[in-house]
């Protein structure tokens, strides 16, 4: 196992949510020597992790770094938050507007941690990106400098140290920077970029074609059918995005084609497993109640639908999962129309557009 390298300047760290992700960035930070604080909803997950320094909700055989305090059940107080270099936030997208908005009254401008986002899903009732909703709760300038880690990343290889990678990205490089600084070891290698709403797209994306992916695995389809889903859903995430006004490269990262595979690949993934369960014939409010932990691409399916609606293009893959999940369609039935559809050109990119990030843009005072 790859040694962490310590740091020299120790930061005061505090991570928003103690699921899987979330446990798993405050071990790694603190196992660097850095000095974390964990906020849980759960006072069962407090009292327990503070005496035991391990979770008893997510990763339960693993052994907490010893620098790591769990604080809640009561929100952060404006005296903690107001101490921290860094603020991580690891829960899912639906819980970030409530929690920023908590939040700003307790966060000085002036003296501004660094913030970091995890999440990777489209808000369901806005249809926003989180960079939006940073921007509406917390006002353009911070959401400028906001920073988004995404890419393919479990958190249970991460707790075991296994070689992984990253992007860290930013409207700001120096925040983008700082960040990658904060994260990088050998065995957890980050790359840095400046196309946040690409990357944001491309990890909310990636989990509606995990969902596909599961469901093709659950009906008995095997390797053919899982590349061509993991090479026509990058297509589809590659043109939607590129509507949407993020660079098609970005889609090509880490954070893109990464996560794609990773997660379309693997039975680890939740979203994978939530349309693994579908293709075996169960039902979606079932799987939910079942799965222990969140799967975002169930949410997103119905941002995306909208924004796809919206931007007018072709996106039959996502369809096909919105038809599934919303609309009562069977998975086998809706397959089997994904497969009937005419032959069609193999790389079409030449989507006109890029309004949804132009108007994001306006919104944080930016050129779109
Ligand atoms: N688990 C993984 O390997 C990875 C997860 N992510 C992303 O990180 C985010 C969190 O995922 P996980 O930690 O795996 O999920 P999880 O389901 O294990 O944990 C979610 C945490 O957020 C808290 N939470 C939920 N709603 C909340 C709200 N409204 N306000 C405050 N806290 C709330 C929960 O109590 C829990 O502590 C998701 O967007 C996921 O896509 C990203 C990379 C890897
Ligand atoms: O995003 C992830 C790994 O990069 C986790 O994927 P799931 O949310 O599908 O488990």
Not at 100 to 125: C, H, Q, R, Y
Not at 230 to 236: D, F, K, S, V, Y
Request: one cysteine or more; hydrophobic letters at 40%.
């Amino acid at each position: 196992m790859l040694p962490h390298q310590q740091c020299d300047k120790k930061s005061k760290v505090l991570v928003f949510g103690a699921g899987n992700f979330g446990s798993c960035l405050a071990d790694h930070l603190g196992d660097s020597s850095h000095i974390v604080f964990m906020w849980s909803r759960s006072e069962n997950l407090v009292k327990h992790f503070n005496q035991h320094h391990r979770n008893p909700e997510v990763l339960q055989d693993h052994q907490f770094a010893e620098s790591i305090t769990a604080v809640g059940p009561e929100f952060p107080s404006p005296e903690l938050v107001q101490q921290m270099d860094v603020l991580l936030f690891a829960i899912p997208t639906e819980g970030v507007r409530e929690t920023l908005t908590a939040l700003k009254p307790t966060l000085d401008e002036a003296k501004l941690p660094l913030l970091i986002f995890v999440n990777k899903g489209i808000e369901i009732s806005t249809r926003a990106l989180t960079l939006e909703i940073i921007a509406d709760t917390c006002g353009p300038d911070i959401a400028k400098v906001a920073t988004f880690i995404s890419g393919p990343s479990f958190a249970k290889e991460i707790v075991k140290r296994q070689p992984t990678s990253v992007s860290v990205v930013s409207l700001s490089p120096s925040h983008a920077e700082q960040a990658s600084q904060l994260f990088h070891q050998p065995w957890f290698r980050c790359y840095t970029g400046d196309d946040p709403i690409g990357v944001e797209l491309a990890g909310a994306l990636k989990n509606v074609y995990a969902i596909a992916a599961g469901m093709a695995a659950g009906l008995g389809f095997e390797n053919n059918t899982r590349a061509m889903l993991i090479t026509r859903g990058l297509a589809e995430m590659t043109r939607i995005g590129t509507a949407y006004g993020a660079s098609p490269l970005t889609f090509l990262t880490l954070a893109g084609v990464g996560d794609l595979f990773l997660t379309c690949s693997s039975s680890t993934s939740r979203n994978y497993t939530v349309g693994y369960r579908l293709g075996q014939g169960e039902k979606l409010d079932h799987i939910i109640k079942t799965l222990g932990s969140v799967a975002e691409g169930v949410t997103t399916a119905k941002g995306l639908k909208a924004i796809v609606d919206e931007l007018g293009v072709a996106a039959p893959i996502a369809s096909g999962v919105y038809d599934v999940l919303y609309e009562g369609r069977a998975v086998e039935e809706r397959a089997n129309e994904l497969l009937s559809l005419p032959p069609m050109s193999e790389l079409d990119l030449s989507v006109e557009g890029g309004k949804p990030a132009k108007r994001l843009m306006a919104k944080l005072g930016l050129d779109g």
